[in-house]
């Protein structure tokens, strides 16, 4: 299972919470985020801030037990571009996943955007020979399911909600998910004075109590929305719910919403 997204931080915000349920059920992890976080301070040199930022998410991952994957771009540059393409794929094609956890391809930021399209991308081209990988990495074509997070702040650039098709009860884990958080300390100051947020750990919170009430059955949920199947696997791959279980439940009136 390979969870991305565009900058340190980002995975604990949105995903985390599922992170820490299926490492219960045994799933192995692996943690990625594609650009370095070196625009997060208003103090420190690009270098310094990077050796943060990275020392923070290695931290984040091992609690809970992922394997950390370093980035690759400065923050504000992923962009959807072959190079970067290429690093990715080769990414997928070495893990191998069974499952990818994604951003969301609707948010309030580019870089969290592009980071959603360019591994939609490297996993629609993990089993094509032609397809130029960098480094080197033999196509795979085995099945797998990505699924996308929800926005920070749930809204997407134009401030239309967005609700997700699945949610994942994080009540039980919501403890580990604020220390996965607590461990990007570079960032409390940063983003209150950046962004407005009034406390960190109080922001995640806020998200995943207004998710579990979108649920109706979840005190503290994360959403997700599961990807066309075409290209990645079967029309009723669903390993999320397989996994999870009564912890990971479907909205019915979002599938029929579909067509």
């Known amino acids: 299972m ?5 900058h340190p931080d980002d995975i604990e915000f949105m995903m985390a919470g ?4 299926l490492r219960a ?4 992890l692996h943690m990625w985020n594609i650009a370095n976080g070196c625009c997060g301070t208003a103090a420190l040199d690009k270098e310094e801030i990077s050796r943060i930022r990275a020392r923070e998410a290695r931290g984040s991952a091992r609690l809970v037990g992922a394997q950390w994957h370093p980035p690759l771009v400065d923050d504000a540059f992923v962009f959807y571009e072959p190079s970067l393409l290429a690093r990715a794929a080769a990414l997928v094609r070495t893990i191998k996943p069974a499952v990818l956890l994604l951003p969301s391809p609707d948010d309030y930021m580019e870089d969290h955007q592009n980071a959603a ?3 939609v991308t490297a996993a629609f081209v993990r089993g094509m020979r032609n397809f130029p990988c960098q480094p080197s990495a033999a196509p795979w074509d085995g099945e797998l399911t990505l699924y996308h997070a929800l926005p920070h702040g749930l809204r997407d650039g134009l401030r239309r909600l967005i609700r997700p098709g699945q949610y994942v009860d994080v009540a039980p884990v919501l403890d580990g998910k604020k220390e996965m958080l607590s461990c990007h300390r570079s960032q409390r100051e940063w983003l ?6 009034d406390s960190y750990l109080a922001e995640m919170e806020g998200m995943s109590a207004e998710v579990g009430r979108m649920s109706g059955r979840f005190a503290h949920a994360e959403g997700w929305r599961r990807h066309s199947h075409l290209g990645f696997g079967r029309i009723d791959d669903d390993p999320l719910s397989t996994l999870l279980g009564d912890a990971c439940w479907v ?9």
Do not use: H, I
């Not at 390979?2 to 565009?6: F, I, R």
């Not at 599922?18 to 349920?21: C, H, N, Q, W």
């Not at 909205?251 to 067509?259: A, C, Q, W």
């Open 18 to 21: 599922t992170l820490l349920r």
């Open 25 to 28: 059920v045994g799933a192995r």
């Open 251 to 259: 909205d019915p009136s979002y599938e029929e919403k579909l067509g």
């Open 117 to 119: 399209r360019v591994m």
């Open 192 to 197: 209150e004075v950046s962004q407005g947020m």
């Open 2 to 6: 390979l969870a991305v997204a565009a």
